[in-house]
Structures are given as C-alpha cells and as structure tokens.
C-alpha cells in the first residue's frame, strides 16, 4: 500500500517520513420536507470522520444557502468537514420544500395536485327534473291520445 507523506527529513544516519493527512469522509443525503415543516440541517449528515480524528461529526460546517422551511423550492445545503490539521471533504446536498396543497370542498388532492371535483349534487338533480318532466310529458301524451281516439 502506498502513502502519501507530508514531510521528509533526511539526516546523516537516517531517513524521518512523516505521514500526509488524510481528508476526512462526509456522507450527506437529500431531503424533501412539506413548506412549514422545520429541519435540522445535520440530521442530513450521514457520516463524518477523520483516520486521525476519529469522529468529528460535531466539527461540520453548515452552510445553509439561503434555506428557508416555509418557502417552496429547491436548496443547496453546503456541509464541510475539517479535521485539526486542516484536511477538508465538502459534499451538497439538495433539500425541496414541498408546497402545501390546500384544496376547498370542489376539489381533490392526488399526488399533490389539486384535481375539480367531478359530478356534483346539481348534475343529479338536473338528472331528475329531466326524467320527472320526460315521464309527465309521455303520461300527458298518453292521455291526450286516449281521449283523441274517443
């Protein structure tokens, strides 16, 4: 295995290498949350640690890019580790905010569009009146043909 190294003494009896510092690793993930609903911005964070630092989690930088909760779209949250000898890993990631759907009483929520409300009380009782005036009208013709014959 082959390392990097930082510094290389050479003295007259012997050779000093000193090891590179390695970068630490950062695991961040996406989120996508409804416009209202708060988050904690390193509740993304998956992993960060250091060969030489072990942990260092608590030590990541946010920046949160002008993430607002209450404000759909799209965010770029920039989060930064850096261990204690300066070595640093940046990772991105991307939080939506969902709008929130409202909807009134002539409509319906469905994958978070707002659809019409199809086949109201009114069509029905245009429905009736129809059929009472058709069934009127074949009674009245009916009885007209009755006494028409006579």
């Not at 082959?2 to 000193?18: A, N, V």
């Not at 409804?34 to 942990?55: F, M, R, S, V």
């Amino acid at each position: 295995m082959s390392k990097d190294f930082k510094h290389l003494t050479i003295h007259k009896d012997f050779i000093l290498f000193s090891e590179a510092n390695n970068a630490p690793t950062l695991n961040v993930r996406d989120a996508q949350i409804k416009a209202g609903t708060k988050l904690d911005l390193t509740t993304l964070i998956d992993e960060a640690h250091d060969i030489e630092d072990g942990n260092i989690l608590n030590g990541v930088v946010i920046d949160a890019g002008g993430f607002n909760y209450e404000v759909a779209g799209k965010y770029e949250i920039t989060f930064t580790a850096i261990d204690k000898d300066g070595a640093m890993t940046t990772k991105i990631a991307t939080v939506e905010v969902l709008p929130v759907v409202k909807a009134n009483s002539k409509s319906k929520i469905i994958d978070n569009k707002i659809l019409p409300k199809t086949g109201s009380g009114s069509v029905v009782l245009i429905g009736t009146i129809i059929i009472s005036l058709g069934s009127t009208l074949l009674v009245l013709n009916n009885s007209y043909k009755k006494y028409s014959n006579n």
